[in-house]
Each structure stands twice: as structure tokens, then as C-alpha cells.
């Protein structure tokens, strides 16, 4: 039985620590962060939460320095063949889809309040009926007033596109052509734009982030605009929240990746790990894209 | 067989020797066979969990009336008792066979990300570990029933319920991570001419299966996040009194619910699609058909959700779309059923303990199907949802469906993993105390529900009562039962008459081309499957064609 000609011999690697400390390193943060949570919900002075959570987040951050350090030994050594980084590239494939379905959920929450539960609420179409519940409620989107105010105060107002949010999406959009072309010039060898283009591209990020930051303050002190102020708020932080925290994600990893890139890695065949974050923010840039058109514009 | 790393002069790693000495063989492993075993472990161990609560729903149910336990720990038992089994008996049953026998079935030496396989077992017990501990917590475990409908599980729920919402999330990531290693290994690590229609149909199944976890598991993690925030950060997703809307809760939830429900039996069809042919000794039937029958149901399983919300207030047209678009999936299943019962025509039939529970496993699926096709007219489902009628429908669909699956499969494949044969003559009492047992608890079901009695709930009617006495004693005949499997499978470990590589004379496929027990590794050199004919399609094909 030799059939290397045909088919070359898989990595399988020998018995590794990382993954049950992973385990262990996700079950504390969960832990405290649930006694955090309930503690603070029930009005409990002391709460043990926050220390067995902060544990927990160190745990993770060794644990993925380890993982991801591990692997990338392997792969400067040489073990990985061309089959094992089709494994990767699947794997990173449909991780990012399953990424996708965690968006779609709350999109698809949107569309809902939107098309059919909030104007039944408010006496319309098949299920108006729904309107006795608050005689008079009156939807409209965005919601600026709620069946029940004093539950969920209304916002006073909402984010306009054409402020903040165009201008982050022009970051964004851009920072996915810079990031290409530090991609062009991985591939022709040439460091020096790399770099360039690394680097341009985590800053996109987090000027993009820190514009956000801006623009929740911006709703949270001036225009009443919570996670608490009905329907409106809560898609729209979700939603917000959620993409910022995958850029906050991917702006790390592309971190890792420049730092990786000052220290010789990569070679013009071989960058996956290049190619993966490259992946993972083109991503984010999408659900961006969707975000604006559909949170903001419409 | 060469050994895989060697060939890179790396240190450290010797893969001709077997497994490592000790618990940190368990902790560390990164070998789909250790891997596989402890799912399957973890699975046997949870089902017993799982079924000591359903003992108890039954003894409270034995006689109208409370007599064991008070209303609102049993509704943590219902609650629990349908977590455990599907989350952490069902699924996980599923993905120890699959880590066992995908490699074996498509010659690859091992799951394609060995490490993150071993990350999705062992967050398996860590979020097992935090749900079971919310029973002990003040207030109580969850007690909202396993569809953990909003404001039940948010306005009203127990405190406990942030720790259950983490640990759906931990099996969430596990699901995943687990699905991805499926689907990799089976698009990647094929052995050469090993071509997708050459594939046995448990690896097609399974293919599909992970990309419905893929697809459906984030969308869960999704609405335990909806609710989180409802219930800790002041949102309003499920609150109309913020212009959300308690039903959009359900909407979520069924659109992972419906596809989780075949996650839960497409394995159970591949692996019945192989025990078949091999004790009727001829191929499999229609395996093309099988193919795309299995792909129309998991299309179709994302577009009838609502079919489980037909009561819950939605317009006229959806009710229209979801009742005919539920019934178009016995399109699909009945051509399932229509090959297996083709298999068998005319076959050589013999009936080892794996043949009985696949035959069972087609009748009284069947039975399931066609209660399924009664719940999806949505008038008449008017009158039986949230009635008994539904608990027989998908116990009928579950028990011998997805759990005689996994025992079929177990029996199958026993000898492989253990290189002995189990006893036959107890694993035929199993089957058949099973058969009895299962049938006397469910099918009395269908005529309380029939009849008006509501589901979870701890006392009722007294003219249930005779039913529902009957429906306690098959299920406790069903849980004693399986103790008596738990003691097979120890004693087929222990010892037995050994078994060849081959030990049942119809079964086709490379897993069969390994020595039983299977070796610690095995096709480090991935067999060469080009040669194998065009007429073995889809049995897998043999080594020496
Ligand atoms: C021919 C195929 C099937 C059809 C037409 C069908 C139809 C339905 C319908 C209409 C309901 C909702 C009943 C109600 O709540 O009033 C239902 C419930 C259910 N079905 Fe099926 N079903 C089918 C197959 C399956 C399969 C294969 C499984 C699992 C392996 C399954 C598991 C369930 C479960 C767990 C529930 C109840 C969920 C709950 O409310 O707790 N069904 N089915
Ligand atoms: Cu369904």
C-alpha cells in the first residue's frame, strides 16, 4: 500500500493541551459572566462575576496565543501539505458562514418587527387585530413612540445615514481595497506595500471603530437612543454591536497578521493565515454594507 | 503503513504506537477513535440522565392526581428531560459515530482538524455540566419546556436561565466546530476515486446534516442572545409593550427548530441505508434517489417552520404556505421508505440485533411520518397541537427513529470497535423489550392526545387514566431496558467470540477492509478506490474489487 504519488500524507497532529483549555477557559468567562449578569439583575452588592470572568478572558487570550502559536510553528516547519491547507480553507469557509446565519437571525428579527409585526401592532394588515392590546398605538419606523413608554421610553431621534454612517462606510469599503492590494503585494513579493497596506487597513478599522463609538454616545446622551428605548433600539445596537465586535475582531487579527509580517512570515505561495483574516474582513465589510442600506438608509 | 510524520522528521511524534497511557489519553487526544468513543460514551450517559427524568414524568403521570412531585419540578423534568435528549443524547450519538466511522468509510487517516475535535467534545460536558447545575440553583432549573418560548423564558423565567443560555451557546460552538470537521473531512480527505457518489450514504447524510447545523446552530445562538438581552440589557425583541413581539421568538426558534429535528434523523437514514443492504445481501436500492431525496428534505426543512406555529396567530396565507410546503416532505421520505422497503424485496434476509432495529426502524418511522402528515393540516392541527397527539408524533419519530438508529448502528458496528461480538441472544432481548416497551408508552399517546389531554402537565382528566397507565409501564419496561444495553456493550468489550474484519457477510465498505478491532490508526496511505466498479457505487466499494 503506497500511494504517495497520488495523494500526499495528512498532518495529524500528536496530542495537544490547548483544546481542553479551551474548554475550561470558556466555561469561567460563561460562569462569570451568568453570576455578573444575575447579580447585577437582582441588585446584589457583592458579586464574584467579574473576577471568575476576567479569569476566564485571560484563560482565553493564553489559550488562543498558544492555539494560533502552535499552529503557526507547525505550518513555518513545514508540516502542513497542500491537502491540509485545503482543510483550512474550508474550515475558515464555512466558519465565516456560520457567521453569516448568526447575522441572518437578527436580520431576519428586523425584517420582521418591521414587515409584519410592528404594523399589526399598530392596527394594520392581516393581524391588526393585535392593536387592541394598546388602543391608539400608532407604528411607524423608526419607532419613535412605544405601546408602552414607560416600560421603553421612545427614542427622541435616530442616527441619520448620511452623517457618521457614510463616512464609516466609506472607511470600511476602503479598508477593503487597501487590504487587497497589501494581498497583490504579498503575492509579488513586494514587503514594503504589505506593509503599507496592512497597516492603512487597521487604521481604516479602527478610525471606523472609534467613529462608532462616537455616534453610540452621540444616541445614548443626546438623542435617548438605547438598547432599552423599544424595538428600534434593540435591532439597532444588536445589529451595530455585533458588526462592531467582529471589527474589533478582525482589526485584532489583522494586528497579528502585520506583526507576523514584520517578522518575516508569509512567502508569496504560502499565507493562509493572511488570506483567512483577509476573508474575515472582507466579511465584516458585507454585513456592513447590508447594515447601512438596511439599519440606516431604509 | 508508513507513518505520517515521520516523513517530515518531526520529532515527538511516533503514530506507530497506540494511544497514550492514562487520562490524559482522554484530554488530549487528537484521534478520532478516542474521540469518537467518548461521544458515544458521553451520549449513552446522557441518555440515561435524560431517560431517569422521563421516569419520573411517568410516575407522576402513572395515576391522575400529584402524588410524586410538585408542578413546578416537573416542569423542570419535561424541560430537561428534552435538553438532554436532543442536545446531549441524540446529536452527540451522532457525531461519535460519525467521528468513528466517516474516516473508516472514506479512507482517511483521521478527521480533517483533529484538535478542534477534540475542543468540540470537551465542550460538551463543560455545557452539560452548567445546564444540569441550574436544577440545583435557587429557584430552579428551566422550567419553560424545551422550546423555551418567550416571555416563559424571559419575563417569568428562573434566574437560572442565564446559565442555561450559555450553555446552549457552549453546545452551540460545539455543534459547529463539529459540523465543520465533518464537512472538511469529507470534501477533503476522500481517498483517491473515492467520488461523492461512491460515498456510503451515512457520509452523504452526514455531509448534509453539517451543513444544517452550520446553517441553523448560529440562528439558535442567535435567539438565546435575543434573549439574554431582553432579560439582562432592557431590549425588547420579545416584548410588544417595546414594539417587538413575543411570537417573532418563535419564528427563531423554529427556523432552527424544524431543520434540528432532521439533523436528528438524516444520520440515522444513512447509517439504516447500510445495515439494510447488508442483511438483505443485496445493494442498496435508489441510491441516487437517496442522494437527492436527502438533499430535497434539507432544502425543504428550512422553508416549513411555521408549521409548528400554526395556532399562534399567523396570517391566512402563511398558514396556506407552511401546511403545503410540510406536506411536500413526505414527498422525499416516502421515496426513503419506498427503498428500503425495495432493498429488502426478494433480499436474503437475516435478522441480527442491527437488521431488527433497522426494520423496526422503518415501520414505526413511518408511523411518525404519517402523524406528522396529520399535524401539518393546518385545521386540524387546530385541534391537536400542544395536545399528547404531538408528543406521540415526535417520540414516534425520535425513539425508533433516531434512537434505533443509533442502536442499529451500534450493534453493526460493535464488532469493529471492539473486535468482539456482542451477544446476540441478549441483543435481540433488548430489541424486542424495546419494540414492546417503546410501543406501549407512545402509541397509547396518540389517543389521549386524540382525545384532548394536554401536554406538559403534571395532573389530568380521569378518563386518561388507563392510557396513561399503560404508557408508564412501557416506559419504565423501555428505561430498564436499556441498562440491559448498557450491560452488552460492557460485555462485548470485555470479551466474546472474536470478530473477523468482516463479520456480517452483506456489509459493503472499506470500513470492513480494516482489521476488528480497528487498529489506534488506520489509512495513514489513503487506499486507492479508482478501481472499485461502477455497479458497487455508493456501497463504498471494497479494497480488492
Ligand atoms: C413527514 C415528516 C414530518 C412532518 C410532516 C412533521 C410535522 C410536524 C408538525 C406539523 C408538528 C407540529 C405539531 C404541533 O405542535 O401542533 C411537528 C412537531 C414535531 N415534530 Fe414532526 N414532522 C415530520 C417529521 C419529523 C421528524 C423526522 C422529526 C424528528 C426526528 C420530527 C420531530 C418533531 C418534534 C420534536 C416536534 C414537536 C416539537 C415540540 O413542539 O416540542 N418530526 N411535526
Ligand atoms: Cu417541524
Redesign the interface.
Known sequence: ????T??E????????????I???A??VT??G??TW??D???DRAESSGPLIFFVGALLVAYMMFG?FGAVVKESR???YSA?MD??FR??MS??I???V??F???F??LF??RYW??PW?GGE???GI?NM??PGFE?SWP?LN???PK??PAPEGTISAWGLPLINTVLLVSSSFTLTWAHHALRKNNRQQLKLGLALTVLLGAAFLILQIEEYVHAYTELGL??????????F??LTGFHGAHVTMGAIILTVMLVRILRGHFSPEHHFGFEAAAWYWHFVDVVWIALFVFVYVL | MSAVIDDHGHAGHDHHHGPAKGLSRWLLTTNHKDIGSMYLWFSFAAFLLGGSMAMVIRAELFQPGLQIVQPEFFNQMTTMHGLIMVFGAVMPAFVGLANWMIPLMIGAPDMALPRVNNFSFWLLPAAFGLLVSTLFMEGGGPNFGWTFYAPLSTTYAPESVTFFIFAIHLMGISSIMGAINVIATILNLRAPGMTLMKMPLFVWTWLITAFLLIAVMPVLAGVVTMMLMDIHFGTSFFSAAGGGDPVLFQHVFWFFGHPEVYIMILPAFGAVSSIIPAFSRKPLFGYTSMVYATGAIAFLSFIVWSHHMFTVGIPLVGELFFMYATMLIAVPTGVKVFNWVSTMWRGSLSFEAPMLFAVAFVILFTIGGFSGLMLAIAPADFQYHDTYFVVAHFHYVLVPGAIFGIFASAYYWLPKWTGHMYDETLAKLHFWMSFVGMNLAFFPMHFVGLAGMPRRIPDYNMMFANFNMVSSVGAFMFGATQLLFLFIVIKCIRGGPAAPAKPWDGAEGLEWSVPSPAPYHTFQTPPDMSEVHEHRKGTGGELTP
Open positions: 500500500m503506497s500511494q504517495q497520488t495523494h500524507q495528512y498532518y495529524v497532529p500528536d496530542q495537544s493541551k490547548w483544546p481542553i479551551a474548554t475550561v470558556l466555561l460563561v460562569y459572566l451568568g449578569f444575575n447585577l439583575k437582582a492555539w516547519a513545514g508540516l491537502q485545503r482543510s474550508w474550515g464555512w466558519f458562514f456560520s457567521e446565519m448568526f441572518a437571525a437578527f431576519g428579527a420582521y418587527i409585526a410592528g401592532l394588515g392581516d393581524k393585535s392590546l394598546w407604528y419607532l412605544t405601546p408602552d416600560l421603553y438605547t438598547l432599552g428605548s423599544g424595538i428600534y433600539g434593540a435591532t445596537f444588536m
